[in-house]
């Protein structure tokens, strides 16, 4: 089987292999498998049954079908509704040409699910502990989904749904007296409430993870472009390329379009997490607790920013913002200016990286 193609490379936005340095490899990582069907590439072996850390996807849409077939003209065969968690043994390339996504997720013998509408997740527990810093801590969500409660009680009221991914500020950590069970107390930074989630699923982010990236490089040799025609970011040192993501920018919804706008900025207002919400959710409005690794670019609130409520990038989606993957989106956090100190929630400076939106 021939190499894949930096053109197909580069639409690989279901994979998890966004926030990719140049020079775009030639080949992708893992052995090819031969195909169940004529001129579709599996690019993952199937996960192992055994595996504690196996590769699962969390349906972000209404609902979607599993089709007989890595194709949207194929046989539909099953239905999953939203936040129905599946488990993901095989990628695959669609032919379907035209689609600025061709990246299908195989759920085992069931069918194939398209990679834009499923969430790559894990269900990964963490040993809680009751020692949390007094200005609290970071903290990101290991398992596909789990509630915000107002009580530290499974059966206390719901505030939220806090997907895998998601970073939130652990301001204390508490035992039930019932069971023992370690709950975190989390913080909204929307509306400065507190609520409970189980500390078993949320792990502490340590701060060498968070250490800056080519630190050495000056400030002006330091830029992000965002390319909207093609859908893409890239990062340059010294005018050299040596990061590429595909992106969501902004498009046109339901109640309007929301288009991002064209021209230079800088990554003045960096901020680790974010509760993002605004407007009627019945029509186009968002409630997005916990949006990770944020970087803003104008005072009206446009970022950059990690997303957990679809995988489909490639194709203008958003309210204006830029849509990345987790990955690409802690990448570019770790990466630019201002550098967010350890354990504070914001950095906000008259100076930060040089932004560059074009079409």
């Known amino acids: 089987m021939s190499p894949i193609s930096r053109r197909d490379f580069l639409k690989l936005s279901g994979l998890g292999l966004l926030g990719l340095s140049l020079p775009l490899p030639n080949s992708h990582a893992g052995a090819a498998l031969a195909s169940p069907f004529p001129e579709t590439r599996i690019l993952w072996p199937a996960s192992s049954a055994d595996d504690p850390e196996i590769q699962q996807g969390r349906v972000t849409a209404r609902l979607i079908w599993l089709f007989e077939q890595p194709s949207s003209n194929a046989r539909r065969v099953k239905l999953f509704w939203r936040d129905s968690v599946v488990s993901i043994t095989g990628v695959v390339i669609s032919q379907d040409e035209g689609d600025y996504n061709r990246v299908w997720y195989e759920i085992g013998s069931d069918g194939y699910a398209y990679s834009g509408t499923l969430q790559p997740v894990r269900t990964l527990l963490n040993p809680a502990s009751l020692q ?53 107390q989390v913080l909204d930074d929307k509306w400065n409430l507190l609520y409970f989630a189980p500390g078993e699923h949320l792990r502490f982010i340590p701060e060498q993870e968070l250490a800056p990236l080519s630190p050495d490089v000056p400030l002006s040799e330091k830029k992000i472009q965002v390319r909207l025609n093609d859908q893409l970011v890239l990062a340059y040192e010294y005018n050299r390329p040596i990061f590429a993501t595909r992106a969501a920018t902004g498009a046109a919804l339901f109640a309007g379009i929301f288009t991002t706008p064209t021209g230079h900025f800088m990554t003045y207002h960096k901020r680790p997490t974010r509760h993002m919400a605004n407007g009627d959710l019945t029509s186009s409005g968002y409630d997005l607790p916990g949006v990770p690794w944020v970087l803003y670019f104008t005072e009206s609130g446009l970022s950059l920013h990690g997303t957990y409520w679809h995988n489909d990038f490639g194709h203008p989606k958003s309210h204006g913002c830029v849509n990345l993957s987790l990955e690409a989106a802690k990448w570019l956090f770790r990466w630019s200016t201002p550098v967010v100190k350890f354990g504070k929630q914001f950095a906000y400076e008259p100076t930060g990286t040089a932004l560059e939106i074009v079409n």
């Open 132 to 184: 949390v810093p007094a200005s609290g801590a970071l903290a990101e969500v290991t398992v596909p989904y789990t509630d915000a409660h107002e009580k530290p009680d499974t059966s206390a009221r719901t505030a939220y749904r806090m997907y895998y991914g998601t970073a939130h500020w652990v301001m204390s950590a508490v035992s039930s007296p019932s069971d023992g069970r370690i709950w975190y």
